[in-house]
């Protein structure tokens, strides 16, 4: 059986995240998504948020499981005897940083290969600080994400109004 990890924060998951692990789950016999839970970025939902978010997300999927983690993801591999980690790669900029980070966890664990898929086209565009931008500002991301990640952003992003502490979409060069 081989089996495969999709790391990412998934702040939120939307549907650029979801055709990769779809796709993804064609080629494995089972795939992992794994929702790291202290990037070095600020984050709208809590690590417990993102993973029922993703889990609803693939629910009735029965090739893709979903799993939080903290470390080195090629650590997670191991403990889980994944053989590959997949990457989605959405425009060219993407490439070098997907290259690097490729290099490394290879050296960390030469037995884990590195598996990048070219995102659809309809979602190109799509990052998570898009849509939390997007959403912060009362746009409508109902094409960009679930129902159920639309209803949990519109939920969030009200909370934060209530408490007056408003919200200021933080650029990334990764999500």
Do not use: W
């Amino acid at each position: 059986m081989v089996r495969a990890v999709f790391p990412g924060t998934f702040d939120p998951i939307h549907m650029g995240h979801i055709d990769i692990a779809s796709r993804a789950a064609l080629l494995f016999d089972e795939l992992v998504v794994a929702v790291y839970d202290r990037p070095l970025k600020s984050l709208l939902f809590s690590p417990d948020e993102r993973i029922d978010l993703v889990r609803q997300s693939f629910a009735g999927e029965e090739k893709i499981k979903v799993v939080g983690y903290e470390g080195l993801t090629v650590d997670l591999c191991r403990r889980l005897d994944a053989k590959v980690i997949v990457r989605g790669l959405r425009v060219f900029s993407d490439f070098e940083y997907e290259f690097r980070m490729a290099l490394a966890n290879h050296r960390l664990a030469p037995n884990v290969e590195v598996i990048a898929l070219i995102t659809n086209e309809e979602h190109s565009f799509l990052s998570g600080s898009t849509v939390r931008e997007i959403a912060s500002l009362g746009g409508d991301v109902s094409s960009f994400v679930p129902a159920n990640v639309a209803k949990a952003l519109e939920r969030r992003f009200l909370e934060l109004s209530n408490d007056g502490l408003g919200y200021m979409p933080t650029p990334s060069l990764r999500d």
